[in-house]
């Protein structure tokens, strides 16, 4: 199993290089590779230090079938609550199973409370809440920097977000842990493309 070949990018260029890909070769990725980016996220910042995200990385094409059934299923019921015609509502599904089991890695992203500080009343739980949230996509995008970084490609779904019970049965993980989001990695299988970014005169809205 060949190990990809980093890209030995500027911190700015890997920033700006980094693209969501949708199609992936087959070709397998070494666990220590996996396990090299998955790293870069242990080292995100987070509330208190506590690291309120855990990672399921997903190889093997059962629990891959396992997962793409579980959110697909998921998904058709609310799409059909949206009134779209049959054809499109197959359509989408399809591309994203494709998405899902096809990628050689998916790393499905956790949000894990247990450790968070315990507040008796409402506003600042969930302000302990929303911090653990905020850290978990700055975790994700460690991941997919670092994935990038060392030769590689990955997409990020939203997907396990709308359909967090049924994840977790899929994949039989604790109630504790809230599926967010999955992350595909592996090989680009085509130039994906790439959207336009706001000018930052148009982000920064004030300086004072």
């Known amino acids: 199993m060949n190990r990809p070949v980093p890209r030995e990018l500027s911190f700015p260029q890997l920033v700006r290089a980094r693209r969501s890909v949708r199609a992936f070769r087959p070709d397998p990725i070494p666990r220590e590779v996996v396990e090299e980016i998955l790293e870069a996220g242990r080292w995100a910042p987070s509330p208190h230090g506590r690291m309120p995200w855990r990672f399921v990385v997903l190889t093997q094409p059962e629990a891959k079938a396992r997962l793409v059934e579980a959110m697909g299923n998921q ?29 050689p890695v998916d790393v499905i992203l956790c949000l894990y409370l247990a450790d968070l500080d315990v507040y ?52 039989e993980l604790s109630p504790q842990l809230l599926p967010q989001a999955l992350l595909t990695l592996g090989y680009a299988a085509q130039e994906p493309r790439r959207r336009e970014r706001l000018p930052l005169d148009r982000l920064i809205v004030r300086y004072l």
């Not at 809440?129 to 590689?152: E, P």
């Open 120 to 171: 008796p009343d409402a506003e600042r739980q969930t302000a302990e809440a929303t911090m653990a949230v905020q850290s978990l996509g700055a975790a994700a995008q460690n991941i997919l920097l670092a994935a990038y970084d060392r030769g590689l490609d990955a997409g990020w779904l939203c997907a396990p977000l709308f359909c967090q019970e049924a994840v977790r049965q899929a994949l």
């Open 75 to 103: 998904w058709k019921r609310q799409l059909d609550l949206d009134g779209d015609p049959p054809e499109v509502v197959e359509g989408r599904l399809a591309r994203s199973r494709l998405r899902v089991s096809e990628a």
